[in-house]
């Protein structure tokens, strides 16, 4: 049909879009902002790792805030004490999470829904104690100080466009990757296990292998994340991992549209400006903003930011066939989400 | 010897704390097949309604008294307005939504009242008993009463009265139940609101031993959790005895194993958690599910 060539179009436009605003961005902000937007990047992918686990693969994780801190330590500590150069640290990071991830995926594959929350929830909570305990590697509580990357004296650019733009190019890499894998044989493997487990082992599909690789996979985004969140700040601590940067993974997720590649952008930006601005009302406004998000996305948009067109075209399309109930319509929207 | 008893006794306390919020979340989960993750929020919201009663000059347990009432009506609100919309729904929905109410609660306490540290008053004062040499606070034992009696208590209301027949009837079959004519809806808001009360004696009674802050139950639920785990996550005496055997080994295990010490004891919940779950995941008392396509 010539919806879907029109679709493909307007999704590749978008892209377009956004492309050309990531990179003419750093130009027009101040340093501030910049590494503002070098956050969001680096959450973005964060948040695109628990959507590939929770949105495409349907397992659920509360501690991902764990992964983010354990990718950060892992550069912070390597850059310190072992003096490797920092780019160096970020596939390093990378593979350590992934297997963190591995690890804590066997377990989950005994684990469903809500026990899988209860676990992952208590690995959120016990993370922070953890780092304290180890104080001879991280520092405890006192932190860790990092030299920020310096930007290379060929590259003519900035030190915080510097670190923007080699976050936008992993990020945009960590982008194009997880399209790749969700639009194949991967992710139409783990959208039927979060249908139906138990339909998709009985046509094939090895359960332990991708559950547990979601896991992988999902833990090293994080990791990466935490990696490149930690550069241009310079310093970690326990307290910059709390269990409220889990749940904002998680609010992320939502507000972007679940098992959606580009929603994670819309979630990032959402997690890293929504507490600035609503600090200057009050510092518990963000959390009462995340809650309500949370509540009210799960009632109105299912689909998320990503999944508003398809809402309008599948209401579109209820009012014309009148007597289609209303709650398929909304299962229905959930299932859709499945794809770009 | 004595600091042996002493750390027994201390664990019993801590561990019907664990347990009292465990029964609030088996008491939720038994009757919708939702684990509330707010529980504990709830709880910390009504011990600060506790707390501004006592500020408005109330005595202590009429203000405790009135924080019940209170929290019971609001447990019943919750559930009609946030949670009806999604029940039934799929897990990720639900475990979404009660997220959501979590993080909503505890920045709604926060901008009410502040991120002040505060104390709280005890019921039982701060005395202890002698007894064959051993210091036993009054504390202690009066929060082992408390929950056997909450126990009791519920026993009856569910084996004896016709508000208990139907919230388990509920629990076992919403269709059939309502074919018979009990109100599903109106029996799963009793429920909710009898956890939040639960809930609410259990903040009151944590914030006297601990203070009380927006963050304070934060770090006890995941002990409930474990209690619950450990007792079967439908099972309320399986609560109970979960919170017993989690506050004894954290006791035991923060005074006698060096290595976890008053930092780690958080993994002592942690690791209950996982192996229960691995090696039985219904726990001491819980009923299997079954799978079907």
Known sequence: MSSSSRMKRFRLAGWAFVAVVAIVLPFFLGTYRVGQFTQALALAIAV????????????????????????????????????????????????????????????????????????TLGVAIAAPQIIKRAEGLT??????????????????????????????????????????????????ALIAIRENEIAAKTMGVDLARYKTGAFAVSAAY??????????????????????????????????????????????????????????????????VIYGGVLILFMYLLPGGVMGIRRQIAARRAASQEQDAPAEKQRTEQVKTAGQV | MERFVQVLIDGLATGSLYG????????????????????????????????????????????????????FVAGMVIERVIIRPVEGGEVLTLVIVTLGLFILVNSAAGWIYGFNTRSFPSLFGDERLDIAGVAIPVESLGIVAVLIAVVGILFVVFQ????????????????????????????????????ALVGALAGALIAARLFLDVNFMGGVLIYSFAAATLGGFDSPLGAVLGGWIIGIAEGLAGTYVGFIGSDLKILVPLIAILVVLLVRPTGMFGSAEVARA
Request: net charge neutral; charged share 5%.
């Open chain 1, 48 to 119: 695109l790792g628990l959507n590939l686990l929770v949105g495409y693969s349907g397992q659920i994780s509360l501690g991902h805030g764990a992964f983010f801190a354990l990718g950060a330590y892992v550069s912070a500590i390597l850059i310190v004490d072992a003096g490797v150069p920092y780019l160096l640290t970020l596939p390093i990071a990378l593979a350590v999470c992934a297997v963190a991830g591995f690890l804590l995926g066997l377990p989950a594959l005994r684990l469903h829904g809500l026990y899988l929350a209860l676990v």
């Open chain 2, 20 to 71: 009292a919020l465990a029964l609030a979340v088996v008491l939720i989960y038994r009757s919708t097949g939702i684990v509330n993750f707010a529980q504990g929020e709830m709880a910390m919201f009504s011990t600060f309604i506790a707390w501004g009663l006592l500020q408005a000059g109330l005595p202590l347990l009429v203000a405790l008294l009135g924080t019940l009432a209170l929290s």
């Open chain 1, 139 to 188: 520092g405890g509580t006192q932190g860790l100080s990092v030299d920020r990357p310096a930007a290379p004296a060929w590259i003519g650019l900035a030190d915080d466009q510097y670190l923007y733009f080699l976050t936008l190019v992993v990020t945009a890499v960590m982008f194009l990757l997880a399209a790749g894998l969700v639009r194949g044989r991967v992710g139409r």
């Open chain 2, 160 to 195: 004896r009265t016709k508000v208990g027949l139907a919230m388990r009837a509920v629990a076992m079959n919403p269709e059939s139940s309502r074919l018979v004519g009990v109100s599903v809806g109106r029996t799963l808001m009793i429920g909710w609101g009898v956890a």
């Open chain 1, 222 to 287: 994080a990791g990466l994340g935490g990696a490149l969140f930690t550069l241009p700040i310079g310093f970690l601590a326990p307290e910059s991992f709390p269990l409220a940067l889990s749940f904002g993974f998680l609010a992320a997720i939502v507000v972007g549209g679940l098992a959606t590649i580009g929603g994670a952008l819309f979630g990032a930006l959402f997690i890293e400006f929504v507490p600035v601005y609503a600090a200057d009302v009050n510092t518990a406004l963000a959390g």
